[in-house]
């Protein structure tokens, strides 16, 4: 009993002397970058254009202020859908004040989080690389992940390589690949690109209404590319009246290959 009356004493000494150097400390005013937190939102959804970092400007006593204080900033998205304008919240110690929060409002967007898989691709200067994995899973925003089309990375001569999402117009920020790099299997003889018309045969009997691609992007060794005017297609599941979809099995001259797997979708009738 002694002991927790003393030790009660104790921490409310500790607390009186705090608050008396608080009290003496002088008032300082700090300017402060601090993580803007988003909460509310679950695993499977995301937000877009929301800062990195806000600046808090402070005044409080300098104990408080200097230093790295105990300060934090979020941007609480509960049930927010699609485009948000949301204030930003700021949490500090007691004593301190709050001058400005910049940005003090956020506009953005809420979206779905969505997963794919892409083909990677490794670029190297007078070699083909063969990559190990040949697909990762990208992972990000749906309006950015349904955008992407390859991963991509530059091969600097190393074991491995690192890769980043890209869509037609460049990198994608803000998505996720994994995994993030992919090792290096082999480096073969240089080999070339071409584009391709891409031809279906169906049997006799079926006719083909529309397919999509109408063109392949292959490469390998230049000879075997000069007198390459087409390449022949079937749907990996064989010709059928309807719509089919899905990889496309190629008729490829030896040695050479796709860029990734080729997949599309067509529709057959009967003649």
Do not use: C, I
Request: zero cysteines.
């Amino acid at each position: 009993m002694r002991e927790g009356v003393g030790f009660l004493l104790a921490l409310l000494a500790a607390a009186a002397l705090w608050y008396s150097l608080r009290e003496r400390a002088p008032v300082v005013e700090r300017a402060v970058s601090v993580p803007l937190q988003v909460v509310g939102l679950g695993v499977e959804r995301t937000a877009e254009g929301v800062p990195r970092e806000v600046l808090l400007r402070l005044r409080g006593p300098a104990p408080l202020v200097e230093g790295s204080p105990p300060v934090s900033a979020y941007l609480d998205l509960s049930g927010a859908e699609g485009a948000f304008a949301r204030e930003v919240r700021v949490a500090v110690p007691q004593g301190v004040e709050v001058l400005e929060v910049r940005p003090a409002r956020v506009e953005g967007q809420v979206e779905a989080v969505l997963s794919r898989t892409l083909p990677v691709e490794v670029l190297s200067q007078g070699a083909w690389v063969r990559p190990e994995p040949a697909f990762v899973e990208a992972r990000g925003p749906r309006s950015r992940v349904e955008e992407a089309v390859a991963a991509v990375g530059l091969d600097l001569g190393g074991e491995t390589v690192a890769l980043t999402a890209f869509g037609p117009q460049g990198p994608l920020a803000g998505v996720e690949l994994s995994p993030k790099e992919v090792r290096v299997l082999a480096r073969e003889v240089p080999l070339f690109r071409k584009e391709v018309p891409l031809v279906l045969r169906p049997p006799q009997g079926l006719r083909v209404v529309d397919y999509t691609p109408k063109t392949v992007e292959v490469v390998g060794p230049r000879e075997a590319l000069e007198g390459l005017e087409e390449v022949e297609g079937r749907p990996q599941g064989g010709f059928r009246p309807g719509e089919v979809a899905g990889p496309w099995v190629l008729a490829l001259p030896p040695g050479v290959r796709t860029l990734g797997q080729v997949s599309g979708r067509a529709r057959f009738a009967l003649e």
